[in-house]
């Protein structure tokens, strides 16, 4: 069966520090896999998604960049955190195929920049 | 633009009361509709989506275009219904991008 996994669980980092978040998937092959941010009161936001080894989209200007350097990682970093980076982040994957929209969820990866 | 509306925050309801939950969303073309849950403590997890046309936990969600809404419901909560609830938007592709509404926590009460 397949399962998704995200870490760190939780992180507290200073502004201004480097950042990287890993999400892997098990048991599918090319999977499109997704990176959101969950913050109060403003739902699900979608920051990237990839459909494929090195192909990313970027869904929102911001601080954070996506790389996918193996068919089942997904990466997010940064170069330098900022405040505004705090929440709580969220890994996803869906099968890629056409007709195929559920995604599935990782645990999540909160976030505190301090 | 895609957008998906969910206008309450916090929905509190006693338990063995209907529920309702709003949904509605804008978007020019052929929507796939999903509700998605998220338990205390758990992963977020898709509910229903709305070509399945099925009951899960005896939530139903019809889509309806005219009104633009997709709106949960369940003829009478229980206690384990209490969660945060999303609505989400896909368009028909291989992306299967997801635009999510802001949530509505369903509070049921004893």
């Known amino acids: 069966s397949q399962t998704i996994h995200q870490w760190p669980a939780t992180l507290v980092q200073p502004v201004g520090s480097p950042l990287s978040l890993e999400c892997t998937v098990e048991?599918?092959?090319?999977?499109?896999l997704y990176w959101y941010r969950q913050a109060a009161g403003r739902g699900l936001q979608l920051l990237f998604y990839?459909?494929?080894?090195?192909?990313i989209s970027s869904e929102v200007p911001q601080n954070l960049s996506a790389s996918r350097p193996q068919d089942r990682q997904f990466i997010l970093s940064s170069k330098k955190l900022l405040l505004s980076d705090s929440g709580f982040y969220l890994c996803?994957?869906?099968?890629?195929?056409?007709?195929?929209?559920?995604?599935?969820f990782g645990p999540g990866t909160r976030l505190t920049v301090t | 633009a895609q957008r998906v509306t969910q206008p309450e925050k916090l929905l509190s309801v006693f338990k063995g009361a209907p529920v309702e939950l709003k949904c509605n969303y804008s978007y020019s073309g052929s929507p796939e509709l999903f509700w998605y849950v998220q338990y205390s403590r758990q992963r977020l997890q898709l509910l229903l989506r709305?070509?399945s046309r099925e009951s899960i936990k005896g939530f139903t969600a019809d889509l309806n275009k005219g009104e633009t809404s997709f709106h949960l419901k369940k003829p009478f909560a229980q206690e384990e219904d209490s969660a945060m609830y999303y609505c989400a938007l896909t368009r028909r592709g291989n992306t299967g991008k997801l635009i999510f509404g802001q949530g509505t926590t369903l509070q049921v009460k004893p």
């Open positions: 996803a994957w869906s099968p890629g195929l056409a007709g195929s929209y559920e995604q599935y």
């Open positions: 048991g599918t092959s090319n999977p499109n």
């Open positions: 990839s459909v494929g080894i090195g192909q």
């Open positions: 709305h070509i």
